[in-house]
């Protein structure tokens, strides 16, 4: 069964530094694709980062970055240079290489603080 | 180009009734995906359809049931409505092995 973990319910941050959302996995597939969705208080979901199991490069996209730690079934989100359009609820979500369906954690809301 | 479009955005309905939602994915995007969202919780998985036909469905009862049109959009029905059905429902699509779009939700409300 594929399922997905997000152990930290609530965290913050201040304007300017930097926090690591965390998210483990589990699968039996051995290549699949991992993602972090953004969905602020104005509730539309947007893709954050992508990244594919079999590319051992961390994504990146701006001040977003990924741990992808495959052995550990791991995919942390770090977010540099913090701001306050990031406050939001962070979902992690995984889909198997075999199929289309996502896996979505239970998400992190990340409160950036002034 | 068109994202993932949800009508209606808001809906209040009384316990018992029925309602439909709908959905109009990306162009060309043949797999669309229904989640409910209760109000500070996940996502909670409802649908998966691809091609016209339903590929996986969630631990929800039957009367949580929907269907893809020959157009890949979709209808998310909700019978014998309860109050626990309160909830954003959400609606994405995507195409093989790439990432899912969402649209803005529909927000019912059972009363």
């Known amino acids: 069964a594929q399922t997905v973990t997000q152990s930290q319910p609530e965290m913050s941050v201040q304007e300017a530094e930097t926090v690591t959302l965390s998210c483990t996995y589990d699968t039996s597939e051995s290549n699949y694709y991992l993602f972090w969705y953004k969905q602020p208080p104005s509730r539309q979901m947007i893709l954050v980062i992508r990244?594919?199991?079999?590319?051992?490069q961390n994504a990146t996209e701006n001040r977003f970055s990924v741990n992808f730690q495959k052995a550990a079934k791991s995919f942390s989100l770090k977010i540099s240079d913090s701001q306050l359009g990031d406050t939001a609820m962070y979902f992690c979500?995984?889909?198997?290489?075999?199929?289309?369906?996502?896996?979505f954690g239970t998400g992190t809301s990340l409160t950036v603080i002034p | 180009e068109a994202g993932v479009t949800q009508s209606p955005t808001h809906l209040i309905k009384t316990r018992g009734q029925q309602v439909t939602l709908r959905c109009s994915p990306i162009?060309?995007?043949?797999?669309v995906y229904w989640y409910q969202q209760a109000l500070g919780l996940g996502l909670q998985f409802l649908l998966w359809?691809?091609?016209?036909?339903?590929?996986n469905r969630g631990n929800f009862p039957p009367r949580f049931s929907g269907r893809q049109f020959p157009n890949y959009s979709s209808e998310l029905n909700v019978n014998a409505l309860e109050l626990e059905d309160s909830a954003l429902y959400l609606c994405a699509s995507s195409l093989v092995r790439t990432e899912a779009f969402f649209g803005q939700g529909t927000r019912l409300t059972v009363v």
């Open positions: 162009s060309g995007h043949t797999s």
């Open positions: 990244q594919e199991a079999y590319k051992q």
């Open positions: 359809y691809d091609e016209g036909e339903e590929r």
């Open positions: 979500a995984q889909q198997p290489f075999t199929g289309n369906q996502f896996y």
